[in-house]
């Protein structure tokens, strides 16, 4: 099995900076590929961003290319994303997911899910 435990999220002004941590424990052969998910209050579920076991590959959605940048760091078993410029409209709340290797960086299906962290931006 795999946890996945998030961590980083709060309260912040429009234009602030948070960075959000995805810490994996138990069989983390199955977190090759880990991404960042966010769901806003009565909208669904939207792809933030993802990352390869090496680092190389990355994709993003359209709303945050440009502001978010996602890392990892394989020898803690963690993932983060660093989220700048932020918007009200980034406002939601952010789940880390886990997959194995064959998992499209974007579209998934990944595995494993977080409970998730709250972000607020104010205006």
């Known amino acids: 099995q795999v946890q996945l435990v998030e961590s980083g999220g709060g309260l912040v002004q429009a234009g602030g900076s948070l960075r959000l941590s995805c810490a994996a424990s138990g069989r983390t052969v199955s977190t090759t590929v880990m991404g960042w998910f966010r769901q806003a209050p009565g909208k669904e579920r939207e792809f933030v961003a993802a990352?390869?076991?090496?680092?190389?590959?990355?994709y993003y959605g359209e709303s945050v290319k440009g502001r978010f940048t996602i890392s990892r760091d394989n020898a803690k078993n963690t993932v983060y994303l660093q989220m700048n410029s932020l918007k009200p409209e980034d406002t939601a709340d952010y789940y880390c997911a886990a997959g194995p290797t064959t998992t499209n960086l974007q579209r998934g299906p990944y595995n494993h899910w977080g409970q998730g962290t709250q972000v607020t931006v104010s205006s």
């Open positions: 990352i390869t076991w090496s680092g190389l590959s990355t």
